[in-house]
């Protein structure tokens, strides 16, 4: 059983510029959370997916973020006209539905805005 | 709102020593999850403990043990006969049982077990 994977691995972009994330879940879950985790911070919420229904979006979610996840399988997250403090790493977890099920995450991607 | 506060220091051990790293949790849920994550330097975080609200008996699982304290929303984390390959950043989460499960992490503990 494979596990969670995120694509790229890391990012560097200039100011500006729109980046896209790709995570690939767990094949048999169906809740998919972004978190945002920056330097000497732990891990923030950003916004969960249940099959392809993005049910909540954290305040730290500005207009310039959106999430999908079309097909209930992998997601991406997309930044429009990053900005310095996008500098982060995105991680991507996986869990199961199923009473109160683990989270399961991904290496993350690093982002650095330039 | 859920918090947790991990004292954000760094802690140095010498091999083979008993590391425990200290994690309180603020919740008005009365069903709540409870766990350990470990993020090593390639950072991704590996999901070590979970305890549920509901069961405060406490276990060991290999060289990890956890205290589990709901009077004083406590739930610490020892690592036994600490190894080189346990020093990371280890993260104490809280998620409450009210239907997203979103996880709400401290600041987390470098631990460094020095050879």
């Known amino acids: 059983d494979t596990g969670v994977s995120q694509n790229p691995r890391h990012k560097i972009t200039k100011r500006g510029q729109n980046v896209t994330f790709r995570c690939d879940p767990i094949s048999e879950h169906n809740r998919l959370y972004w978190y945002r985790q920056t330097l000497g911070q732990g891990p923030e919420f950003l916004t969960y997916f249940q099959n392809e229904a993005q049910l909540e979006k954290s305040r730290l979610l500005s207009d310039r973020f959106s999430a999908e996840r079309p097909k209930g399988s992998f997601s991406t997250l997309e930044i429009q006209r990053t900005e310095q403090g996008d500098s982060a790493m995105y991680l991507c977890?996986?869990?199961?539905?199923?009473?109160?099920?683990?989270?399961?995450f991904g290496p993350g991607t690093r982002l650095l805005v330039l | 709102a859920q918090k947790v506060t991990q004292a954000q220091t760094e802690i140095s051990v010498v091999e083979k020593e008993d590391v425990t790293l200290d994690c309180v949790y603020e919740t008005r849920d009365t069903t709540y999850y409870l766990f350990w994550y470990k993020q090593p330097p390639s950072g991704e975080l590996v999901f070590l403990i979970r305890r549920n609200s509901f069961d405060e008996q406490n276990e060991i699982s290999g060289r990890y043990s956890w205290n589990f304290q709901k009077s004083t929303s406590s739930f610490n984390f020892t690592i036994t006969a600490s190894q080189v390959v346990d020093s990371a950043v280890y993260f104490c989460a809280l998620s409450e049982a009210n239907g997203n499960n979103r996880l709400a992490f401290g600041k987390g503990n470098q631990v460094v077990v020095i050879p």
């Open positions: 977890a996986s869990s199961l539905v199923q009473g109160q099920e683990t989270q399961y």
